[in-house]
């Protein structure tokens, strides 16, 4: 690689190629004398190996074009054609017995400038100044370009993050990829945790920095100042978890974002020589702002989806009714992929016919969908308290849905369980079959089902089932089983399968169920398991 250079006029490595120790002598003083290094080749091979040792490139060629083994002809075109020198600057030197043609070929053989000797000092050295100004400009241009490119892919990256450790480890990836030194990151996630990730570089000018590691902070190494505005490092901490070349605070560049005046900052730390321009500036302080962008919106999710969870249970149940007639557990899941309300809901409740149990959807995930859920459920409610069976149940809750909220649908299945006898009424609404297993283990789900509620359809009767004590009834939404590519019939025989070997009492059996069914995190999940006593008799 070609050594960086802060300004045009500074110093370069130049390689001098010339058979004529006398003329290699002339050459390599004038150029020492303005300040560059040299390194001389006395034939074409020798300065093509010299070129090929690993190691800092040279930035110019001064190549005589009468060579003993090759011409300069050849020497130039073998530097332009092999990719790691290809921007390597030539500059063909001869006798002044060469002829136009000659100059004309070595220009148009990839040559960037022609000198013909005797070259008086000031030539020369204005030539190579001139040369290293174009190839100097011509590098920043294409490494800041490289670097823009980088930032866009990383941009693109950071935005994609779904967790504020995922978040800290691109940030910390995308400075070392974009500025080819040891990185770090760090940040405080929504929960306050301080987080630090960094890249490791176990020798000095390594190309490809270690996969970031993310490590847990003690405490944010930055203080407030005194106005609170800003973080102040004073003087700069002891930063923990930094990669060897970042140690030592004189040779870090340390800079911090924040999208909020009251949030901790987000910190990127790189390697003070890589930013040597006030370009490298820039692609810095945008890398370290789309991270702090980045971090708001993991934090903006998490803050809307908290607050989406608690109105949500808001809706729901308080507590279980205590019957003798049944053990009541359930769970509720928040689809952990939304920040948006869902309309999933149960529902259970003692009446003087017997005890009603509910589990339905309202469609859609919204904050409307949840105002639904709302009504359904205390209707659904009072509807029961007045003694209505299950088909009733279901259609005057579809009158009043069609009513109040015309074109929203929900699907419902509600079930009586009687006092006084084995006897189940089950009336469904579009929604998932009921799934009940009897004391021996065997299941069976009960498929009959009318039309979903917010249609205006006539509901069909309730299906009389009688189960004996013992038995489970499962209820459940369609977050539990549904998925993508997988064919819900495949899933209703997982859930049967997996209700099979449940064990038999209610909290157990909803913890094996959602340990062997984990749901995808797309949907919220609703389930029920109900666990029928003995029938009272009188």
Same mark, same amino acid.
């Given at each position: 690689?070609?050594?960086?250079?802060?300004?045009?006029?500074?110093?370069?490595?130049?390689?001098?190629?010339?058979?004529?120790?006398?003329?290699?002598?002339?050459?390599?003083?004038?150029?020492?004398?303005?300040?560059?290094?040299?390194?001389?080749?006395?034939?074409?091979?020798?300065?093509?190996?010299?070129?090929?040792?690993?190691?800092?490139?040279?930035?110019?060629?001064?190549?005589?074009?009468?060579?003993?083994?090759?011409?300069?002809?050849?020497?130039?075109?073998?530097?332009?054609?092999?990719?790691?020198?290809?921007?390597?600057?030539?500059?063909?030197?001869?006798?002044?017995?060469?002829?136009?043609?000659?100059?004309?070929?070595?220009?148009?053989?990839?040559?960037?400038?022609?000198?013909?000797?005797?070259?008086?000092?000031?030539?020369?050295?204005?030539?190579?100044?001139?040369?290293?100004?174009? !190839?100097? @400009?011509?590098?920043?241009?294409?490494?800041?370009?490289?670097?823009?490119? *980088?930032?866009?892919?990383? %941009? /693109? &990256? +950071?935005?994609?993050?779904?967790?504020?450790?995922?978040?800290?480890?691109?940030?910390?990836?995308?400075?070392?990829?974009?500025?080819?030194?040891?990185?770090?990151?760090?940040?405080?996630?929504?929960?306050?945790?301080?987080?630090?990730?960094?890249?490791?570089?176990?020798?000095?000018?390594?190309?490809?920095?270690?996969?970031?590691?993310?490590?847990?902070?003690?405490?944010?190494?930055?203080?407030?100042?005194?106005?609170?505005?800003?973080?102040?490092?004073?003087?700069?901490?002891?930063?923990?978890?930094?990669?060897?070349?970042?140690?030592?605070?004189?040779?870090?560049?340390?800079?911090?974002?924040?999208?909020?005046?009251?949030?901790?900052?987000?910190?990127?730390?790189?390697? !003070?020589? @890589?930013?040597?321009?006030?370009?490298?500036?820039?692609?810095?302080?945008? *890398?370290?702002?789309?991270? %702090? /962008? &980045? +971090?708001?919106?993991?934090?903006?999710?998490?803050?809307?989806?908290?607050?989406?969870?608690?109105?949500?249970?808001?809706?729901?149940?308080?507590?279980?009714?205590?019957?003798?007639?049944?053990?009541?557990?359930?769970?509720?899941?928040?689809?952990?992929?939304?920040?948006?309300?869902?309309?999933?809901?149960?529902?259970?409740?003692?009446?003087?016919?017997?005890?009603?149990?509910?589990?339905?959807?309202?469609?859609?995930?919204?904050?409307?969908?949840?105002?639904?859920?709302?009504?359904?459920?205390?209707?659904?409610?009072?509807?029961?308290?007045?003694?209505?069976?299950?088909?009733?149940?279901?259609?005057?809750?579809?009158?009043?849905?069609?009513?109040?909220?015309?074109?929203?649908?929900?699907?419902?299945?509600?079930?009586?369980?009687?006092?006084?006898?084995?006897? *189940?009424?089950?009336?469904?609404?579009?929604? +998932?079959?009921?799934?009940?297993?009897?004391?021996?283990?065997?299941?069976?789900?009960?498929?009959?089902?009318?039309?979903?509620?917010?249609?205006?359809?006539?509901?069909?009767?309730?299906?009389?089932?009688?189960?004996?004590?013992?038995?489970?009834?499962?209820?459940?939404?369609?977050?539990?089983?549904?998925?993508?590519?997988?064919?819900?019939?495949?899933?209703?025989?997982?859930?049967?399968?997996?209700?099979?070997?449940?064990?038999?009492?209610?909290?157990?059996?909803?913890?094996?169920?959602?340990?062997?069914?984990?749901?995808?995190?797309?949907?919220?999940?609703?389930?029920?398991?109900?666990?029928?006593?003995?029938?009272?008799?009188?």
């Amino acid at each position: 690689m070609t050594l960086p250079s802060d300004t045009d006029h500074s110093p370069a490595l130049i390689l001098v190629v010339d058979d004529a120790p006398t003329n290699r002598y002339v050459l390599a003083t004038t150029l020492r004398r303005a300040g560059h290094q040299v390194i001389e080749a006395e034939d074409g091979t020798q300065a093509l190996e010299l070129l090929s040792v690993p190691g800092p490139l040279p930035e110019i060629a001064i190549v005589d074009v009468r060579l003993p083994d090759m011409t300069g002809f050849e020497v130039c075109e073998h530097i332009k054609n092999t990719p790691a020198t290809a921007a390597l600057p030539v500059i063909n030197i001869s006798a002044s017995a060469i002829t136009v043609n000659d100059r004309t070929q070595g220009l148009n053989r990839g040559a960037d400038a022609y000198l013909v000797e005797p070259v008086a000092p000031d030539e020369l050295l204005a030539t190579v100044t001139a040369t290293l100004r174009y !190839a100097r @400009a011509r590098r920043r241009a294409e490494l800041l370009a490289h670097r823009l490119h *980088l930032l866009n892919h990383f %941009t /693109l &990256a +950071l935005y994609s993050t779904t967790d504020s450790q995922e978040l800290v480890r691109v940030t910390a990836r995308a400075a070392a990829a974009i500025f080819g030194c040891g990185a770090a990151a760090m940040l405080t996630t929504p929960e306050g945790r301080p987080l630090v990730a960094h890249t490791w570089q176990d020798r000095p000018g390594r190309s490809r920095p270690t996969e970031p590691q993310v490590h847990t902070m003690a405490a944010w190494p930055w203080r407030r100042d005194h106005s609170g505005s800003q973080d102040r490092p004073g003087p700069e901490p002891e930063l923990p978890c930094l990669p060897p070349d970042l140690k030592d605070p004189a040779h870090r560049r340390t800079v911090m974002g924040r999208a909020k005046p009251e949030r901790p900052p987000v910190v990127v730390v790189i390697a !003070a020589d @890589a930013v040597t321009t006030p370009d490298d500036e820039q692609v810095l302080a945008q *890398l370290t702002q789309a991270s %702090t /962008l &980045a +971090l708001e919106a993991l934090r903006s999710y998490s803050e809307e989806h908290a607050l989406a969870l608690t109105l949500q249970r808001s809706f729901l149940p308080e507590r279980l009714p205590e019957n003798p007639r049944a053990q009541l557990a359930v769970r509720y899941l928040p689809a952990s992929e939304r920040t948006e309300i869902g309309g999933d809901f149960y529902e259970a409740i003692s009446t003087s016919a017997g005890l009603v149990v509910a589990v339905g959807d309202v469609a859609g995930h919204s904050l409307d969908a949840a105002m639904i859920m709302g009504q359904i459920r205390h209707a659904l409610r009072a509807y029961a308290a007045e003694g209505h069976p299950p088909e009733t149940i279901l259609a005057r809750l579809d009158h009043l849905l069609m009513s109040v909220e015309p074109g929203a649908t929900v699907t419902l299945c509600v079930i009586l369980i009687e006092y006084d006898s084995d006897t *189940l009424h089950l009336a469904n609404a579009g929604h +998932l079959p009921p799934l009940l297993r009897n004391p021996d283990g065997t299941t069976f789900f009960v498929p009959e089902h009318g039309p979903l509620l917010g249609l205006g359809l006539p509901h069909p009767p309730a299906r009389k089932i009688t189960a004996e004590p013992g038995a489970l009834i499962i209820l459940v939404t369609d977050g539990l089983i549904e998925r993508r590519h997988t064919d819900l019939q495949h899933s209703l025989g997982s859930l049967a399968e997996t209700v099979s070997a449940a064990p038999t009492g209610p909290e157990e059996a909803c913890a094996h169920l959602l340990e062997h069914l984990p749901p995808d995190g797309s949907d919220d999940v609703a389930l029920m398991v109900v666990r029928l006593n003995a029938a009272r008799t009188c």
